[in-house]
């Protein structure tokens, strides 16, 4: 897809500094740029790149004043970096504007669907599946019997999505997540042997829910695994049987949830953390990373270590902690004066 500076400006409503019919076809840092990408300027700290940029466009801020000749045209804008993301998003939309039914797929006689719908090849929809307007199914993508999907969903290549899942409006799943698998139920009998306990109930996803490659989250025993609308998962993330995530909470890579924990809303929760399970995590709690959280966790707290302290105290304990060598020479050389 080739785009000129002027029509770059006319989506960002900036002004063209330079030829606008110059054409970009692909995206670029500014230290990487090349003829035929666009690129942008936001961080004062790379100014000077500004002036070596082989990139056929650059979108600056309209504060931006060059003080040697360039070699880019410019699109200023109010604020370079909000207009990059915007331009980022709007690819985007147009790249996956997919529409129409590839061949071969299998789909059942009770799965609908509705307007300007994408399903690539391969993909299965199983009985009693609901699509709405919109929605992009990639090729390889399972869906299960009695699943429902809301409108502008996008499923990508290889996503799996069991029965009775239901999905929300403005949701992404990414390659290779799976949703609705198996809880890790499982009770010992008489004889100490573990024998499975069925897992009957769903998983909800409410809108504007993104899910990561490779991010499982498995239904629940009974009633439902549930993220509340706005939650963003990271890749390889497990969730539990019958966790609940509330609203606009954002979790990175690698994070494992046990069963039956309830988290909050807007928590953010970094990257290979552990969470115990049947525990609450209240709202607005930052987690950082690899952190191993073993207990109820209120409102607005910020813990770090496993297992996890309060931020603070973390931080003063690793202080005493890193020292541990020096102190206890110290204490060996009074021991020895006594």
Same mark, same amino acid.
């Given at each position: 897809?080739?785009?000129?500076?002027?029509?770059?400006?006319?989506?960002?409503?900036?002004?063209?500094?330079?030829?606008?019919?110059?054409?970009?076809?692909?995206?670029? !840092?500014?230290?990487?740029?090349?003829?035929?990408?666009?690129?942008?300027?936001?961080?004062?700290?790379?100014?000077?790149?500004?002036?070596?940029?082989?990139?056929?466009?650059?979108?600056?801020?309209?504060?931006?004043?060059?003080?040697?000749?360039?070699?880019?045209?410019?699109?200023?804008?109010?604020?370079?970096?909000? &207009?990059?993301?915007? %331009?980022?998003?709007?690819? #985007?939309?147009?790249?996956? +504007?997919?529409?129409?039914?590839?061949?071969?797929?299998?789909?059942?006689?009770?799965?609908?669907?509705?307007?300007?719908?994408?399903?690539?090849?391969?993909?299965?929809?199983?009985?009693?599946?609901? %699509?709405?307007?919109?929605?992009?199914?990639?090729?390889?993508?399972?869906?299960?019997?009695?699943?429902?999907?809301?409108?502008?969903?996008? %499923?990508?290549?290889?996503?799996?999505?069991?029965?009775?899942?239901?999905?929300?409006?403005?949701?992404?799943?990414? &390659?290779?997540?799976?949703?609705?698998?198996?809880?890790?139920?499982?009770?010992?009998?008489?004889?100490?042997?573990?024998? !499975?306990?069925?897992?009957?109930?769903?998983?909800? %996803?409410?809108?504007?829910?993104?899910?990561?490659?490779?991010?499982?989250?498995?239904?629940?025993?009974?009633?439902?695994?549930?993220?509340?609308?706005?939650?963003?998962?990271? +890749?390889?993330?497990?969730?539990?049987?019958?966790?609940?995530?509330?609203?606009?909470?954002?979790?990175?890579?690698?994070?494992?949830?046990?069963?039956?924990?309830?988290?909050?809303?807007?928590?953010?929760?970094? @990257?290979?953390?552990?969470?115990?399970?049947?525990?609450?995590? @209240?709202?607005?709690?930052?987690?950082?990373?690899? &952190?191993? *959280?073993?207990? +109820?966790?209120?409102?607005?707290?910020?813990?770090?270590?496993?297992?996890?302290? +309060?931020?603070?105290?973390? #931080? !003063?304990?690793?202080?005493?902690? !890193?020292?541990?060598?020096? *102190?206890? &020479?110290?204490?060996?050389?009074?021991?020895?004066?006594?």
């Amino acid at each position: 897809m080739k785009f000129t500076a002027g029509q770059i400006a006319g989506i960002l409503e900036g002004e063209v500094h330079g030829n606008p019919e110059i054409a970009v076809h692909k995206l670029a !840092k500014i230290e990487e740029g090349e003829e035929g990408s666009l690129t942008f300027l936001a961080n004062p700290k790379y100014t000077s790149f500004i002036y070596k940029t082989k990139a056929s466009v650059t979108i600056v801020n309209k504060s931006f004043v060059p003080e040697q000749d360039l070699f880019t045209t410019l699109i200023k804008v109010e604020d370079a970096y909000k &207009s990059f993301s915007k %331009l980022l998003e709007y690819y #985007n939309q147009v790249k996956n +504007n997919k529409i129409g039914i590839e061949e071969p797929i299998f789909k059942s006689d009770t799965a609908t669907y509705g307007a300007d719908v994408y399903i690539g090849a391969f993909a299965y929809l199983g009985n009693n599946v609901t %699509l709405g307007d919109n929605v992009k199914v990639y090729p390889n993508v399972y869906i299960g019997d009695n699943v429902k999907i809301g409108n502008n969903v996008i %499923l990508f290549a290889g996503a799996k999505v069991y029965s009775e899942t239901i999905i929300g409006n403005n949701c992404v799943v990414n &390659s290779g997540a799976v949703l609705g698998a198996d809880g890790f139920g499982f009770a010992p009998n008489e004889d100490g042997e573990f024998v !499975k306990v069925p897992q009957t109930g769903n998983v909800i %996803l409410e809108d504007n829910v993104d899910i990561g490659a490779g991010t499982t989250i498995d239904r629940a025993t009974l009633g439902s695994t549930i993220l509340r609308k706005g939650v963003k998962l990271d +890749n390889q993330i497990q969730i539990a049987h019958n966790v609940e995530i509330g609203e606009h909470t954002v979790i990175a890579a690698q994070t494992g949830i046990a069963g039956s924990t309830k988290i909050g809303k807007h928590c953010m929760i970094g @990257g290979q953390v552990g969470i115990v399970g049947h525990i609450v995590i @209240g709202d607005n709690v930052k987690i950082q990373a690899q &952190s191993g *959280i073993g207990r +109820n966790v209120k409102d607005n707290e910020v813990l770090q270590g496993s297992p996890a302290l +309060n931020y603070g105290d973390y #931080n !003063k304990s690793y202080v005493h902690f !890193k020292n541990l060598p020096r *102190i206890i &020479s110290r204490i060996d050389t009074l021991e020895k004066k006594d």
